[in-house]
C-alpha cells in the first residue's frame, strides 16, 4: 500500500525541512547527544520497561523473587510438556559429543568450532537449519579493526555504556577483544563484506558507538552471516549432523548432575526422543514473540524463549532479563509490513528521525534504549507522533536524506532488501521517508554464564540471545551479530574440551523436572499450562472454536 | 500480530491448495493462512522477507502465467490459488574452502549440471527476490565468479528457481559456493583487520582492558563521557585527538 493523500501531504513538512538539516549534517552539526543523567530521566519515563505491570516476581527456581516480564513468568510457572514418567531414558535414540540446541549462529558456530576440535556433532533445531533471528539481524557487526582511529578499548567502553554500566566485565572483555578475530574468521569462510575496492572495510556508526565500526553486508549482514556458517557445516556433514523441526522440550541431566543430553519432540511426527551427549550448548535464541506488553517484534518466528525454561528446570540462574530491549525502527506502515526490523544502520548512514512536523527532537544515534524512550515520549506525552490509517502512531525515520549525503543510488545499493520490500509496497524509501515506532527486538539477559560459556550445571553450556550478561541492560547494534559468532565459536570449543575430557558417563535422568513440578505445587501455582512454548499461536480463534476434537498443549496439537 | 487486531474489514476469497477461504484483503498469504486456521509449522520463518521459508507459487482462474512470492511478503489478491513449497529436495556441494579455487573447474566440480543449463529463463520468472537468475548461472558457465557472487547476493534461498529448473540444476547452492569463493579469494583482503588480529593476539590492548576492568563505575562513567566521538561525516582516515588507546 503507497501512502494515503493524508501522509502524503505530512511528507510535504519533512521536504521543507530537510535541506537545512543536510546543510547542517554537512557541517557537522548533531543534534545533541543527552547525558548520561538525561538519559536516566527518559529511560525511567518513558521506557516501556518502567512501566506499572511490566515486571512480575518469579515465584520458584533458582531466581525466585527476581522479577522480570510477565509473559516469561508464566511460562517459567509452567509444567513440562511431557510427564518425565512417560520417558524411557534408556531408549536412546541419537548419541553424540556434542548435542547443540538450536540452529542460528551461535548454534552453527559453535558446532564449527566442536567439529574442528575432533568432536562428532548433533544440531537439532526447532524449524529449519539457519530460520534465526542471526538470520534478521540487517545492519552489521561491531569490532574495532581499524587501529589508525579505533581499538578494543573505545569498543569495550561503548558496550558498557550501552549496558548502563552493569555488564560482567569479563564477558565485555572476551566480547571485545574476540570481535576483529570472528570478523576475519568469516573474512576467511568467504563472507562478502562490504568493502572498498582496496579492501578496507567499510564501517559505520551505531547507536551509542564513539567510533565507526560496524561492518556490514549491504544491510543483509545476518543473512550473509548465516548462509555461509550453514553452507560451511553443510561441508561437514560427516561429523555434523542436523535435525531440523526437533525442538528440544527438556534437559536430561544424569547421576553425577551433569547435563547429558535432551528429550527432543519432532513437530510432525509428534514423537518424542531421548539424544545423549558428553555436552550440550545450548544455542536456542531469544522471546520476541512472546509479545511483550502486546508490542509488535522484529523476532524470528521460533523466537519463544524455549532455551530460558529448559535451563531454568535444570538450575541455572536468570540475569539482565529485567530489561528487554526495543528497536526504535519497526515499521508501521504499511500494515504488511508492520514489526518489520528497519536497520539502525539507516540512521548510521545519516538519515534524521522527525516529528509530524519535520522537526528533530532526539539525535538518531542515541543507544537503543534511549532513542526508543525518545519516540514513545514524542508520541504519547508531547504528541506529535504521525498517526496512521490503522490507528497507530509512528515517526519519521528521513531515508531520503541518504540518497542526498551519499549520492543517488545510495538507498538501493546500500540498502537493496528494504529498498525492494518497500517497492513492493509502492513506496520508493529514496525518496519517501519511512514511517516507524519502537518493536520488540532482543532479549537483553538469560541464562547465567561465563566467557567460557560454561553455566553453573557441568557438561552444559550456553551461547548468544539465550545467554545473559555480556550487554548488560541494553545492547547496542552490531553487538548481537558479535554476541553470537563469539561466544558460540566459544562454546563449541568449550563444550568439546569438556566431552574430551571432563564428561562422566552415568545414568540419564529427569529427576529435576520431577523436583521443578513439586516445586511449583508447594508455591500453589496451579496450572496446565505448559512451556516451552515452542510455536506462538496466531491462528484464527474464530476457527478454533469449531476444532472441536483438537487437543491443544500449549499451541502444538 | 495476532489476528484478534484484524479489523472488520473487505473479505476476499482466496483458494488454499484449492480450497476456499475468505479472509481480509490487507492479508499477506501468510496471514491469510492463519487466519484460515493454520497453525504453521513449516512454511513459516522471519516473517520478514529474508530466510526463504515461506516461497509460494500462485495462479488466477483464466491465466496460464504461474505468479511466484514469499508467503510473508505478498498481499492476497481475490481468486488466488496457491500453495507453499516450503522444501525441495537439493543437491548440495561438498567442498574445502581452503582448498578450491574461484575457478569455473570448482564449480563444475561441485555442480557438473550446471553445464546443462538451458538459459531457458525460467529460473528468474521464478525468483520471488527479481533476481536475474539465469544471467547469474550464465556469468558460472563463463566461470565468472565476481559476476555470479554479485548478481547472487539478494538470494534468499528459497528454492523456487530450484523447484522449477528443466534441468534439474539447484541454482542457489551454486550461488552461494560463488560468492564464498569471491569473499575468500577475489574481493581484496582487508590488511587493516589483519593487523589489529595481529596486534590483539601480541597483547597490545591488554594492559589498557585490564585496566578498564578494575575501573569503578563512576570513573568508568567519566571516561565514556569524555570519548571522542567520530563526526559521521568524517572521511576515512580521520583519528582522533587522543590516540594513548589505540
Same mark, same amino acid.
Given at each position: ?157 561503548? !558496550? ?15 566480547? !571485545? ?18 568493502? $572498498? ?83 550440550? !550448548? ?135 532488501? =528494504?529498498?525492494?520490500?518497500? =517497492? ?42 539465550? $545467554?545473559?550478561? !555480556? ?87 | 500480530?495476532?489476528?484478534?487486531? /484484524? ?5 476476499? %476469497? ?7 477461504? #475468505? ?51 505478498? /498481499?492476497?489478491? %481475490? ?25 569455473? #573447474? ?21 525468483? %520471488? ?88 563505575? #563512576? ?28
Amino acid at each position: 500500500m503507497p501512502y494515503t493523500r493524508e501522509l502524503k501531504e505530512l511528507i510535504k513538512k519533512v521536504e521543507a525541512t530537510r535541506s537545512a538539516r543536510i546543510e547542517k549534517k554537512r557541517r557537522g552539526e548533531e543534534f545533541h547527544l543527552l547525558s548520561l543523567k538525561e538519559r536516566e530521566e527518559r529511560l525511567k519515563k518513558y521506557h516501556p520497561d518502567f512501566k506499572e505491570g511490566s515486571r512480575k516476581e518469579i515465584r520458584v527456581g533458582p531466581s525466585k523473587g527476581y522479577a522480570i516480564s510477565p509473559e516469561i513468568v508464566d511460562l517459567l510457572e509452567a509444567k513440562s510438556r511431557v510427564n518425565p514418567d512417560f520417558i524411557d531414558l534408556n531408549k536412546v535414540t541419537y548419541e553424540t559429543d556434542v548435542l547443540i540446541l538450536g540452529g542460528g549462529g551461535a548454534g552453527t558456530a559453535a558446532a564449527l568450532t566442536a567439529q574442528e576440535n575432533g568432536a562428532k556433532v548433533l544440531i537439532a533445531t526447532k524449524l529449519r537449519h539457519g530460520d534465526a533471528n542471526t538470520m534478521m539481524a540487517e545492519g552489521g557487526i561491531q569490532a574495532a579493526t581499524k587501529g589508525t582511529k579505533d581499538s578494543p578499548y573505545y569498543h569495550y567502553l561503548d !558496550v558498557l555504556g550501552g549496558g548502563h554500566f552493569k555488564n560482567p566485565p569479563e564477558l565485555v572483555y572476551t566480547l !571485545v577483544t574476540e570481535a576483529p578475530k570472528v570478523v576475519a574468521w568469516l573474512e576467511n569462510l568467504g563472507c562478502m563484506f562490504t568493502k $572498498s575496492p582496496e579492501g578496507r572495510l567499510m564501517t559505520l556508526h551505531g547507536g551509542g558507538t564513539c567510533r565507526k565500526r560496524m561492518h556490514c553486508a549491504a544491510d543483509i549482514t545476518g543473512a550473509e552471516i548465516m548462509r555461509t556458517l550453514r553452507d560451511e557445516a553443510r561441508n561437514r556433514a560427516e561429523h555434523i549432523k542436523v535435525l531440523e523441526f526437533s525442538p528440544a522440550v527438556e534437559l536430561i541431566l544424569n547421576e553425577h548432575g551433569h547435563c547429558a543430553g535432551a528429550v527432543l519432540y519432532n513437530l510432525e511426527t509428534e514423537e518424542y526422543s531421548v539424544v545423549k551427549a558428553k555436552a550440550v !550448548v545450548l544455542a536456542t535464541g531469544g522471546s520476541g514473540r512472546l509479545h511483550m506488553q502486546g508490542f509488535m517484534t522484529t523476532n524470528h518466528y521460533g523466537a519463544t524463549g524455549d532455551g530460558l525454561i529448559l535451563g531454568y528446570r535444570a538450575g541455572v540462574k536468570l540475569c539482565f532479563l529485567h530489561a528487554v530491549q526495543y528497536h526504535p525502527t519497526g515499521a508501521v506502515f504499511p500494515e504488511q509490513a508492520e514489526g518489520l526490523l528497519i536497520t539502525e544502520k539507516v540512521r548510521g548512514a545519516g538519515a534524521n528521525v522527525l516529528n509530524i512536523e519535520g522537526e528533530q527532537f532526539v539525535n538518531e544515534r542515541e543507544p537503543r534504549d534511549i532513542e526508543s524512550s525518545c519516540f514513545i515520549r514524542e508520541c504519547t506525552e508531547i504528541g506529535k507522533g504521525i498517526p496512521t490509517p490503522a490507528g497507530k502512531v509512528g515517526i519519521w525515520l528521513d531515508s531520503p536524506m541518504i540518497e542526498i549525503l551519499m549520492g543517488e543510488g545510495a538507498v538501493k545499493r546500500e540498502f537493496p532488501g =528494504k529498498f525492494i520490500l518497500f =517497492k513492493r509496497f509502492g513506496i520508493d524509501i529514496s525518496k519517501e521517508p519511512m514511517l516507524v515506532y519502537p518493536t520488540l527486538h532482543y532479549q537483553n539477559g538469560g541464562l547465567e554464564y561465563n566467557s567460557r560459556c560454561e553455566t553453573s550445571v557441568p557438561g552444559f553450556f550456553a551461547a548468544g540471545e539465550v $545467554s545473559g550478561g !555480556v550487554h548488560g541492560e541494553n545492547r547496542l547494534m552490531g553487538n548481537s551479530l558479535l554476541d553470537v559468532t563469539v561466544f558460540g565459536r566459544i562454546a563449541g570449543v568449550s563444550a568439546s574440551l569438556y566431552a574430551k575430557e571432563k564428561a562422566k558417563d552415568g545414568k540419564l535422568n529427569l529427576d529435576h523436572v520431577r523436583r521443578y513440578h513439586r516445586e511449583l505445587e508447594e508455591a500453589g501455582i496451579i496450572t496446565d499450562r505448559v512451556a516451552p512454548m515452542l510455536l506462538p499461536d496466531y491462528s484464527n480463534p474464530n476457527v478454533r472454536e469449531h476444532q472441536l476434537t483438537a487437543h491443544y498443549l500449549g499451541t502444538i496439537r | 500480530m495476532p489476528t484478534e487486531e /484484524v479489523k472488520k474489514e473487505e473479505l476476499v %476469497p482466496i483458494f488454499i491448495m484449492g480450497k476456499r477461504y #475468505e479472509v481480509p484483503s490487507s492479508l499477506t498469504i501468510q496471514k491469510a493462512f492463519e487466519y484460515a486456521g493454520y497453525q504453521l509449522i513449516r512454511g513459516c520463518g522471519c516473517r520478514g522477507g529474508i530466510c526463504g521459508a515461506c516461497g509460494t507459487v500462485y495462479r488466477f482462474p483464466g491465466s496460464y502465467k504461474i505468479e511466484v512470492g514469499l508467503a510473508c511478503q505478498t /498481499v492476497v489478491q %481475490p481468486n488466488m490459488y496457491l500453495t507453499q513449497i516450503p522444501f525441495f529436495p537439493a543437491t548440495k556441494g561438498v567442498y574445502d574452502m581452503e582448498k578450491i579455487k574461484p575457478t569455473i #573447474e570448482t564449480l563444475v566440480k561441485a555442480y557438473p549440471e550446471l553445464l546443462r543449463c538451458l538459459q531457458c529463463n525460467t529460473c528468474t520468472k521464478s525468483c %520471488p527476490m527479481d533476481i536475474e537468475v539465469m544471467d547469474y548461472m550464465a556469468a558460472a558457465m563463463r566461470g565468472d565468479v565476481a559476476r555470479l557472487a554479485e548478481l547472487s547476493f539478494d538470494c534468499v534461498m528459497c528454492g523456487l528457481c530450484t523447484a522449477r529448473c528443466p534441468a534439474e540444476i539447484c541454482q542457489y547452492n551454486i550461488a552461494i559456493l560463488g560468492r564464498r569463493l569471491y569473499g575468500k579469494y577475489i574481493a581484496p583482503q582487508a590488511d587493516h583487520l589483519a593487523a589489529m588480529v595481529k596486534a590483539v593476539e601480541k597483547g597490545k590492548y591488554e594492559q589498557m582492558l585490564r585496566g578498564l576492568m578494575d575501573t569503578d563505575e #563512576e570513573a568508568l562513567k567519566d571516561l565514556y563521557n569524555k570519548r571522542e566521538i567520530e563526526p559521521e561525516q568524517a572521511d576515512e582516515d580521520w583519528t582522533p585527538k587522543d590516540k594513548t588507546h589505540l
